[in-house]
C-alpha cells in the first residue's frame, strides 16, 4: 500500500514497511509541517484579479503556516485556496492595498479589506466547499464586554468605547467617552527631558500622522499647539502666549518679525517694523501697529467672513490717528472721525434717562444734543448743560428760546417754527421781527398762494414801506404821505380806487376833505350846462330826501341816524324824463358784480397746550364771496347792481341852475 497525504494539512501517513533506509528522513519532515503549520509564513499575490495558492503535499510550503501575511498586488483579488478538500485554519494578513477575497468551491467567500487581518476556516467540502470568517460568531459575547462595572465597557455594537461610563453612545464624540470625578482626568507620562502630545492625524505618513497637535515639552515646561503640521501657538513657562513665534521680546530694542500675528507681554520700543502687536505696558492692554517706514502704520477691522466667504473691512484706523467707520480713507472726509454707510448711520443710546453726544474744545464742554427724557426729540444744550437753546420736539416742531411749540399763543418769549408749516415768535417788551435789505430797494417778504405770488412787502426810496397785491398797493412815505403803487412801489396815479361797489368803506375821518383835480389843463369838452341839463338840474335839487340806512336800523334800531341826499334812481329817472342817460354823467355811478353765499359752521374754543395754540370760539355765519365779472364767478352765483352818486359834482350841477 502506497503512503497518503492527509487532508488538513497535506502530512506524509508511510505505509508500513516501506520506505526503507528513507522512513526517517521523512519523519523528520512531516515534523517540521507540523510545527511550521503553528507559523508565520507570506506569498506573494500578483497583479492580477485571480490567484491560486496549492498547499503542497508533504513537503515544505510557507502556504501550510497558520498566519499568512499577503503581499504585492496590484488590484482586487480573487484567491483561491487549493485543493478543494483541505480543512484548515488561516490567519490571513492582507498587506496590500486592495481587498482580497478567499475562495475554495462554490460555498461561501470572505473578503479581507486592505490593511485587516481576519481568521478563516475552509471545510475541504470539494467543489462546493466553503470559507468562513472563524470569529463572525464571537460578536455576541464580545458586545457586552464589560470590566468591574464601570472600568471599562466595550459597546462593539456602535464601535464605543466607555471609561468610567456604562453607555458612550450618548454623548457627542462617542468613540471613547471618558468619564471622570472631580480633580481626576487623564493623565500622559513623559520623560522629565521629553515631550507628551495629543495627536489628530487624518493619515499614515508625513504629517498626516499629526495635522493637529496639542504637545508639552517637559524640559521648557511650554504647552505647544500645531494647526497643518506646524507649531502655531504656545504657552511658555512664565504664561506669555505667543502666537507666530517660539519665544517673547524679552528687552525693547528687540526686533519683531513680520510675521508675527500676535505677542502679549511687557513694554515695548517703538519704531518696530512691519508689524502688529497687543502688548500688556503699566496696566495698559495696547494694540499697536507698525508700518514699514517712520510714521507709517494703520489698523483693520474685518468681519463676515463666515463659512468660507470673504470678510469686509468695517473699521480703519491710519497713521494719523483718524477713525473710519464704513471707509478705508477716513482722511480724505476731513475730521478725526468718518462714518459712511446707509440708513440709520450712528446711534447713541443711554440705558436709562436721556442719551447725550458732546462737543468739547480740550477739556471744557461747549455744547451738547441731547435726547428729550421720555419722548421723541432732540434738545440743543450748552456746555455746562445748565440751559437748553433749542429742541426739535416730538411733533417736528422747531422752538429757539423756548420750550413751547406756541410761544405766541401761550404769550410766552421765544421762537417755532411748527411742523405744519406755521412760524411763531414772540418777545418781551422789543421788537420780534427784522428783515433788512441790502444795498437796494425792493421786496423785502413775497407772499404766496399754492406757490403762485399774492403780495409783496419792500422798501422805495430809502426812507418808504410799500404793501402789494398784483399791482395795487400803498406806499407808506417818511413825508406823512400815503401813496398808491404798484410794482416795487412805484407810483400808480389816478388808477386804483379804494373800496368797490360791493365793498365799501364806511367812515372816513379826516381834518379836511378830499381834494379833486380841477386843472383846466387836463381837461376837455369844456361847456356850459344845456337846457334839458338845467332842468335835471333844478329836478335833482327837488329829489333831495332825508332817509336812514338799513344796516344801521337793523344794527342800532331806533337810534339810527337820519341821512340827506338823492336817491340814485330817483336822478336817473330825472335824466331819462329829458331824453339823457345817466351813465354818461360821472355824477352817477352803477356797479354790477356777482356774489356767492357760504354758511360756515361754529366753531368750538380749545385751550393752548404746549402743542397746540388755542383756538376761539366762533359762531356760525355767512361767507360771501364776490366776483367782478360773470365769467368769474360759479355756477349758481347771484347777480348784484348797486347804483350811486358823487355828491361834489352833483352839488356842483345843481348849483349851476340857481
Known amino acids: 500500500m502506497a503512503d497518503v497525504f492527509s487532508n488538513s494539512l497535506r502530512l506524509r501517513e508511510q505505509e508500513s514497511g516501506s520506505n526503507a533506509g528513507t522512513w526517517g528522513g521523512l519523519l523528520n519532515t512531516t515534523i517540521r509541517n507540523i510545527a511550521s503549520a503553528f507559523g508565520q509564513g507570506s506569498e506573494t499575490i500578483p497583479n492580477a484579479s485571480t490567484h491560486t495558492i496549492t498547499l503542497a503535499d508533504g513537503t515544505a510550503d510557507e502556504a501550510r503556516s497558520m498566519y499568512l501575511k499577503c503581499t504585492g498586488g496590484g488590484q482586487a483579488c480573487t484567491v483561491t485556496l ?19 477575497t478567499f475562495t475554495q468551491g462554490s460555498g461561501a467567500n470572505v473578503a479581507v479589506a486592505a490593511g485587516s487581518t481576519k481568521m478563516i476556516v475552509t471545510d475541504g467540502a470539494g467543489s462546493g466547499a466553503a470559507v468562513t470568517d472563524a470569529l463572525s460568531g464571537l460578536d455576541a459575547s464580545l458586545s457586552g464586554l464589560t470590566v468591574d ?24 464624540s462617542t468613540s471613547l467617552v471618558v468619564n471622570v470625578p472631580d480633580e481626576d482626568g487623564i493623565t500622559i507620562v513623559s520623560p522629565t527631558t521629553g515631550l507628551g502630545y495629543l495627536m489628530f492625524a487624518d493619515g499614515t505618513s ?21 494647526t497643518g503640521g506646524t507649531e502655531r501657538m504656545r504657552i511658555d513657562s512664565s504664561g506669555n502666549a505667543l502666537v507666530g513665534r517660539t519665544d517673547r521680546l524679552t528687552s525693547q530694542s528687540s526686533s519683531i518679525s513680520s510675521n508675527t500675528v500676535m505677542s502679549v507681554h511687557g513694554p515695548l520700543a517703538s519704531h518696530q517694523t512691519n508689524a502688529g502687536i497687543l502688548q500688556y505696558n503699566g496696566n495698559v492692554f495696547e494694540l499697536r501697529a507698525y508700518g514699514a517706514s517712520a510714521g507709517t502704520g494703520e489698523m483693520s477691522f474685518n468681519t463676515g467672513g463666515g463659512g468660507g466667504g470673504a470678510d469686509t473691512e468695517r473699521m480703519r484706523i491710519d497713521s494719523a490717528g483718524n477713525v473710519g467707520i464704513g471707509t478705508s480713507s477716513p482722511s480724505s472726509y476731513g475730521g478725526n472721525l468718518a462714518v459712511s454707510g446707509t440708513g440709520s448711520i450712528i446711534n447713541a443710546r443711554s440705558s436709562s434717562g436721556t442719551s447725550a453726544i458732546g462737543f468739547w474744545e480740550n477739556v471744557s464742554s461747549r455744547f451738547f444734543l441731547a435726547t428729550l427724557n421720555g419722548s421723541d426729540g432732540l434738545a440743543f444744550i450748552d456746555g455746562d448743560g445748565s440751559s437748553e437753546r433749542m429742541r426739535i420736539d416730538s411733533s417736528g416742531n422747531f422752538c429757539v428760546g423756548t420750550t413751547n411749540p406756541a410761544p405766541v399763543s401761550n404769550n410766552v418769549q421765544g421762537v417755532s417754527i411748527r411742523s405744519f408749516g406755521e412760524l411763531q415768535a414772540s418777545r418781551d417788551n422789543a421788537a420780534t421781527l427784522y428783515l433788512n435789505r441790502k444795498t437796494s430797494d425792493g421786496t423785502l417778504v413775497v407772499l404766496r398762494r399754492d406757490n403762485a405770488d399774492t403780495g409783496y412787502i419792500g422798501t422805495e426810496g430809502g426812507d418808504s414801506l410799500f404793501i402789494i397785491s398784483g399791482n395795487s398797493g400803498l406806499r407808506f412815505a417818511a413825508s406823512n404821505r400815503v401813496i398808491p403803487c404798484g410794482t416795487n412801489g412805484a407810483v400808480r396815479d389816478n388808477i386804483i380806487d379804494l373800496g368797490s361797489s360791493s365793498a365799501r368803506f364806511d367812515d372816513v375821518f379826516a381834518t379836511n376833505g378830499t381834494i379833486q383835480t380841477s386843472d383846466r389843463t387836463e381837461k376837455q369838452d369844456i361847456n356850459s350846462l344845456s337846457d334839458a341839463e338845467q332842468r335835471v338840474a333844478v329836478a335833482a335839487k327837488g329829489l333831495m330826501r332825508k332817509f336812514r340806512w338799513k344796516d344801521s ?3 342800532k334800531g331806533e337810534e339810527a341816524r337820519i341821512h340827506f341826499g338823492i336817491m340814485a334812481q330817483d336822478l336817473q329817472d330825472a335824466f331819462t324824463a329829458e331824453g339823457l342817460d345817466a351813465g354818461q354823467y360821472a ?57 350811486g352818486v358823487r355828491y361834489t359834482e352833483l352839488l356842483a350841477f345843481i348849483i349851476s341852475a340857481i
Open 553 to 555: 336800523v337793523a344794527e
Open 82 to 100: 487549493a485543493p478543494n478538500t483541505i480543512s484548515k485554519v488561516w490567519i490571513i494578513s492582507n498587506e496590500t492595498s486592495f481587498t482580497l
Open 587 to 643: 355824477m352817477f355811478i352803477s356797479n354790477t358784480w356777482w356774489e356767492t353765499q357760504t354758511e360756515v359752521p361754529a366753531v368750538e374754543a380749545v385751550e393752548a397746550t404746549e402743542d397746540t395754540e388755542a383756538i376761539e370760539a366762533t359762531d356760525a355765519y355767512i361767507l360771501t364771496s364776490t366776483y367782478d365779472t360773470a365769467e368769474e364767478a360759479p355756477e349758481g352765483a347771484t347777480e348784484r347792481t348797486r347804483l
Open 149 to 172: 462595572t464601570t472600568t471599562l465597557v466595550v459597546d462593539a455594537t456602535n464601535n464605543n468605547v466607555g471609561i468610567g461610563t456604562t453607555s458612550p453612545s450618548s454623548f457627542y
Open 206 to 226: 508625513g504629517n498626516a500622522r499629526f495635522r493637529g497637535f496639542i504637545g508639552y515639552e517637559h524640559d521648557g515646561d511650554l504647552m505647544q499647539f500645531a
